[in-house]
Antibody, heavy 118, light 106 residues
């Protein structure tokens, strides 16, 4: 069974940093691209970052480019999201997602809640 | 950037009814379109991928279709467990979600 378990969420002040982790199991981690997607309270979904299976390339939307960094440790089956210079609008539940064939986000974690507030 | 315009934003449907949600893509996405169901306090669940393909375990009353730049999710004979929020996702060029459709029972 595919499992994605996020940790590291919490309350953080504006301008500070936070790092999320996602431990994967039930599949061959280094065969898949991985992504982070977020959902602000009561709002829709927004893609945040993606990384190739080797970790050699990363992709971000303009809303987080330069502030967020996605990375992975294939030996530990773990995906990371380093979030710097956090803003109130980054408040959301952050989901770790597996990217399957054709770019489909085919598996999701339970989510990690991040609140940016003073 | 590709924009996905999803409609309606909410809908109330009676048990046994048929209903359709539509996402319109701002550019050609060539069937790189998935549909997700989200229950309250849960993560999204993949229902349909590549516009028309049913994910394993998804009931056959769900179906996906395409007409030009419009992609649709149809539920035939609504059941109570089908309530929730539905999102489309284009994955042709990066990833963009539709705004979501909240499906409630009438």
């Amino acid at each position: 069974e595919v499992q994605l378990v996020e940790t590291g969420g919490g309350l953080v002040q504006p301008g500070r940093s936070l790092k999320l982790s996602c431990v994967a199991s039930g599949f061959t981690f280094n065969n898949y691209w991985m992504s982070w997607t977020r959902q602000a309270p009561g709002k829709g979904l927004e893609w945040v970052a993606s990384i190739t299976n080797s970790g050699g390339s990363t992709y971000y939307p303009d809303s987080v480019k330069g502030r967020f960094t996605i990375s992975r440790d294939n030996a530990q089956n773990t995906l990371y999201l380093q979030m710097n210079s956090l803003r109130s609008e980054d408040t959301a539940t952050y989901y770790c997602t597996r990217v399957g064939g054709y770019g489909v986000m085919d598996a999701w974690g339970q989510g990690a809640s991040v609140t940016v507030s003073s | 950037d590709i924009q996905m315009t999803q409609s309606p934003s909410s809908i109330s449907v009676s048990l046994g009814d048929r209903f359709t949600i539509t996402c319109r893509a701002s550019q050609d996405i060539g069937n790189y379109l998935s549909w997700y169901q989200q229950k309250p306090e849960k993560s999204p669940k993949l229902m349909i991928y590549r516009a028309t393909n049913l994910e394993d375990g998804v009931p056959s009353r769900f179906s996906g279709s395409r007409s030009g730049s419009d992609y649709s999710l149809t539920i035939n004979s609504l059941e109570s467990e089908d309530t929730g929020i539905y999102f489309c996702l284009q994955h042709k060029q990066y990833w963009t979600f539709g705004g979501g459709t909240k499906l409630e029972l009438k």
